[in-house]
């Protein structure tokens, strides 16, 4: 029989309100935003050191160890929720009540029960929609210690409970008000410190087109500004994923040096109207807030290329970045010089991020628009290829052997036009790997790290190429280097380390990776796959099982033979394994 514990934790209980009506107008809407909100909830409830302990269908349960961070984590949360809906019209926005107590709870496989879980879903029936409602207990605890005020609700009688409850309504800043909620620096969340050479992170532009449609086109900018500065070795590039996390948060620009770790950070802002832009941008010194270049440039639309190359030159010579033979070449060659095709490719990159299978989708169809507005240049076919091999890792693909052929031409078209271009070669060898052609998937995802050495995305496909050649020790070394690079990273980089740290054998590790993943991003089931091999390794069987049936409910079609040809492992002892251990725990699929 499974072994009952007792402990005193602090619970968070959140739903959404009004959810059937929302699913009733719009059900794939209302699926998509779903599943976004779901991440910032995990993401939030990591960083204070929290857990996501169960989320069926619009709900969530999590646990902390300190009721203090359990109401900042839904303090912080509720407020990037507010700033998300207000771009939404009414009958779109969805609010989250939640709920928090602190209490003595039974843990059994994880899972958590009792009174203290039942009084926090009871108060969170009590919140108002987008608000929070804490116990008495939860409140003797936290009173003084965040910058938070309470109103009483004086003693509520809950259904299932034999006393009254006391019970307190937060009251949360407004959306103009900052919320500096600081969390402790967990083991999980510590960021390396700056390096020797110069590192920076550069930040969305902010949209003042007046127009929110038109973020696509402040974010294209300010993506393809990091894409110029990742081709050169002098310099440490964050990823888009993490320096775009800050968007519309009042953050303190030390605080983001710290948890990125970099030295120097790029703001600005980008206004476009009537075929002209101005593009405002300042580069400010992280630990000291000192500003050490600023300008403003008033432009036509087709003198953009211009306006990005002033901007990238005046850091790498505010840096005092030494550029080594070829980089000046890569950094300032540029294609895309139709302003139609430009603004056509940042509304693709705006739907690829998304990353829904509706939106690879609509992406690829931009892409394919910007291939036949500018066919000499080799970005649209590059795209076109990035959609193809993303459905294909996240198996929405009725057809993968044939995406990846076509995903192939693709590449092979870009390369003809441009054999500098390192996301073409780092597609390239995923591409090869799926074809088992693993000697030439290393030589081309080496040279595209050569091509953009401080690009995260070029770097975590060299680390997936490594693993599955069986290259794990170097393929763990690459990874690291990709999420030092990106250090809020996707799911695949989680997937990729864990793999590669579970064949070198190190399994807490392993455990620990992909355990995070899962928190982070509970509504994708590639973790799960990787982290029932272990638990089998370390005998952990009960809870192999229980990860089977969450990839079943998430994925009632689920197909062990399908699963088996997407693993493109050079060694195939290491497939065997693999689906030994996952029909152990009970997958076996249709």
């Known amino acids: 029989m499974p072994t009952t514990q007792r402990k005193l934790t602090a619970i968070l209980s959140a739903d959404v309100a009004g959810y059937s009506r929302l699913m009733g107008a719009d059900e794939a809407d209302t699926l998509h935003r779903l599943t976004d909100y779901r991440r910032l909830f995990s993401e939030r409830i990591r960083r204070r050191q929290g857990r996501v302990v169960n989320a069926p269908g619009d709900a969530l349960l999590a646990e902390f160890a300190s009721v203090v961070h359990a109401l900042a984590a839904g303090a912080e949360i509720q407020r990037e929720l507010a700033a998300r809906n207000a771009a939404l019209p009414e009958e779109r926005r969805m609010r989250f009540r939640v709920g928090i107590n602190v209490g003595d709870v039974l843990v059994q496989d994880d899972l958590i029960y009792g009174d203290g879980v039942n009084i926090a879903a009871r108060l969170e029936a009590l919140a108002e929609p987008g608000g929070i409602c804490i116990s008495g207990a939860a409140h003797d605890q936290v009173e003084g210690k965040l910058p938070l005020r309470y109103e009483s609700l004086g003693e509520q009688p809950v259904k299932n409970i034999s006393k009254p409850v006391r019970a307190y309504k937060v009251l949360l800043p407004g959306s103009d008000a900052p919320l500096l909620l600081?969390?402790?620096?967990?083991?999980?969340?510590?960021?390396?410190?700056?390096?020797?050479?110069?590192?920076?992170?550069?930040?969305?532009?902010?949209?003042?087109?007046?127009?929110?449609?038109?973020?696509?086109?402040?974010?294209?900018?300010?993506?393809?500004?990091?894409?110029?500065?990742?081709?050169?070795?002098?310099?440490?590039?964050?990823?888009?994923?993490?320096?775009?996390?800050?968007?519309?948060?009042?953050?303190?620009?030390?605080?983001?040096?710290?948890?990125?770790?970099?030295?120097?950070?790029?703001?600005?802002?980008?206004?476009?109207?009537?075929?002209?832009?101005?593009?405002?941008?300042?580069?400010?010194?992280?630990?000291?807030?000192r500003h050490l270049w600023a300008e403003r440039y008033d432009r036509d639309l087709g003198e953009l290329f211009a306006v990005q190359d002033a901007i990238t030159e005046e850091i790498v010579t505010a840096l005092d970045v030494n550029l080594v033979r070829g980089e000046q070449t890569r950094l300032w060659h540029k294609s895309l010089r139709n302003p139609a095709a430009r603004d056509t490719y940042y509304q693709g990159l705006d739907r690829a991020w998304a990353s829904s299978a509706a939106d690879l989708v609509a992406a690829r169809k931009l892409f394919e628009e910007v291939a036949r507005l500018e066919p000499g240049s080799p970005l649209g076919y590059v795209q076109i290829a990035w959609t193809l091999w993303v459905e294909i890792f996240m198996g929405w693909c009725p057809d993968p052997p044939q995406a990846a052929a076509t995903a192939g031409r693709m590449v092979e078209q870009a390369l003809a036009l441009d054999d500098q271009n390192p996301d073409a070669h780092a597609l390239r060898g995923m591409l090869l790997v799926l074809g088992r052609r693993y000697d030439e998937a290393m030589a081309a995802g080496e040279r595209a790290v050569a091509l953009a050495p401080n690009a995260a995305h070029v770097a975590a496909f060299q680390a997936a190429i490594l693993m599955l050649s069986g290259e794990s020790q170097q393929a763990v070394a690459t990874m690291e280097r990709a999420m030092r690079l990106c250090p809020l990273p996707p799911v695949f980089y989680g997937n990729v380390l864990g793999v590669a740290c579970r064949d070198c054998g190190q399994y807490e590790r392993a455990m620990k990776v992909l355990e995070d993943n899962i928190a982070r991003f509970p509504e994708v089931i590639t973790s799960r796959f990787a982290l029932i091999t272990v638990y089998n390794i370390v005998w952990r069987y009960e809870d192999a099982r229980r990860l089977a049936g969450e990839i079943h409910a998430i994925a009632p079609r689920f197909s062990l033979e399908d699963y088996a040809r997407r693993l493109p492992f050079k060694n195939p002892a290491v497939v065997e394994r693999i689906l030994a251990g996952l029909e152990a725990a009970g997958l076996i699929g249709s």
């Open 182 to 289: 600081e969390a402790p620096p967990a083991a999980a969340e510590k960021r390396p410190a700056p390096e020797e050479k110069s590192s920076i992170a550069v930040l969305a532009f902010d949209n003042l087109s007046g127009d929110p449609a038109q973020a696509y086109f402040s974010d294209g900018i300010a993506e393809d500004i990091i894409t110029d500065l990742s081709k050169l070795s002098g310099l440490v590039v964050i990823a888009r994923n993490s320096s775009f996390a800050y968007r519309g948060k009042v953050v303190p620009v030390q605080r983001i040096g710290e948890e990125l770790g970099v030295r120097y950070v790029l703001e600005g802002s980008v206004r476009k109207a009537a075929g002209r832009v101005r593009i405002s941008a300042q580069l400010v010194e992280a630990p000291t807030g």
